[in-house]
Each structure stands twice: as C-alpha cells, then as structure tokens.
C-alpha cells in the first residue's frame, strides 16, 4: 500500500504494518488507520503515520523498555473488541509527546502517555486506544534514561 | 439536550443496546449502572478529555521527524 506522509514521504508499506483502529484515537476519530514504521536505530520506538492525513502522525515507545513494572490488565471488553484471544499477541504501545519542535529535544520533553496506551491484536492488526482509569498512571510519565 | 427526571432503579435507554440505570442518590452523588454491548467503550468523561487532549499534544508539529534524537532505554548498549 502506498501511504503519502509530510515527514516519511512516498512509503510503500506492506499490509502486515498497517494497523485499523476501529473507534479511532480519542480525538482523531476520522483516521482509523496508521502505519507501523519501526524507529531507524532499532529502538523500542515505532512511528504510527496517517494512511488518511499525509501530515498526522505519533511517535510512540513500547513502554516497558522504559517503565519495566507498567502493568496494564485488558478488560474482557477490550479483548472481545480485539479479538484478543492470547496475551503473547497483544502489542502495547504508549503515544509520546514531544515537548520542543526541534532536533536538540532532551530525555526530560519526551513524555510517554502511560493512562491511555494502545493495544494492538498483532495478529489481525486491530487495535484499540483503552483507558487505565483506575490504574494511577499519569498521561505524561517522563522517559527516564 | 434532552432531560429526563429518573428515580432510584429506574432506567434510560439509548438505543436498543445501552441502559443507564440510576442506582443510588445520596446528596450530590449519583451511582449509575451502564449496561451496554462490549464494543462500545465507556468512560468518565474528564479522563476521556484528558486522553483526547493528549492525543492532540501527542500528534507530531511539522517538524518534527525521524531525524530528531531519541533517548536510549536505560539497559541498552550503544
């Protein structure tokens, strides 16, 4: 699939990396689906690019490379919204927010959203943005070096 | 804005699916019971709102690309 991004360019991206995310992300409802693009160095990291809007697109971290007790118990609603039948297929991904627009940003700006991670099904690729209500997890947990 | 008056125990629906039951009222506090299918996801509105506004943070300015500097997980070798 040929996606068009601002920051990527012309991607050809294989259907296996592309992720639909029936409900949306919580005030993105109208792009469902994103590009899974691996972090050039190999890192935890992933970009999630817009296959609908060439200039949306999130940086987001594997979370337990940087928070090894982050827990997070799916209910069994969202299971059934994956269709997640075994725990060794979820992928659990936390949205970063970059705090300074430019190349010098620091460990201390990059901010990982640890309330509302996205679990992806890999093995049918739909995911689902969920909210750890209860769980005491701050929207904005500072990576930590 | 449609609005009901609903005692104790008894119910709104919305749609053929989803059923908010009143529960309890005690002062300024409401428990309420909601019944909807799987699918449909329900939260409290204010971290609703503080995960959408998240998400606007979080989705990357012009500028912001693959060439900005990511810190290394702690543990990791260069």
């Known amino acids: 699939m040929l996606v068009t991004s ?22 993105f409802a109208s792009s469902d689906r994103f590009a899974l693009i691996d972090s050039a160095d190999g890192g935890p990291y992933y970009w999630l690019q817009s296959v609908d809007d060439p200039s949306l697109a999130f940086l987001s971290v594997v979370p ?30 936390c949205l970063l927010t970059v705090l300074r627009a430019d190349d010098q940003v620091t460990v201390n700006q990059i901010t990982a959203n640890l309330l509302g991670p996205i679990v992806v099904n890999s093995a049918t690729r739909v995911g689902r943005q969920i909210i750890l209500a209860d769980s005491g997890y701050p929207v904005r947990a500072p990576l930590a070096a | 804005v449609l609005v009901l008056t609903r005692r104790a125990n008894q119910s709104i629906m919305i749609g053929a699916d989803v059923v908010i039951t009143v529960l309890e009222v005690r002062g300024d506090q409401v428990r309420i019971g909601i019944k909807a299918p ?23 300015r012009p500028g912001v690309g693959p060439d900005i500097a990511l810190p290394k997980p702690p543990g990791s070798v260069n």
């Open chain 1, 6 to 27: 601002d920051r990527f360019g012309a991607l050809d991206i294989s259907e296996d990396r592309v992720l639909h995310f029936p409900d949306g992300l919580l005030g």
């Open chain 1, 64 to 93: 337990f490379a940087f928070f090894p007790d982050y827990q997070l118990d799916l209910s069994p609603d969202d299971e059934v919204a994956m269709g997640l039948t075994s725990p060794t297929d979820a992928l659990v991904l």
């Open chain 2, 38 to 60: 799987r699918t449909v996801a329900v939260h409290r509105e204010e971290v609703f709102a503080e995960i959408q506004q998240e998400n606007r943070d979080a989705a990357l």
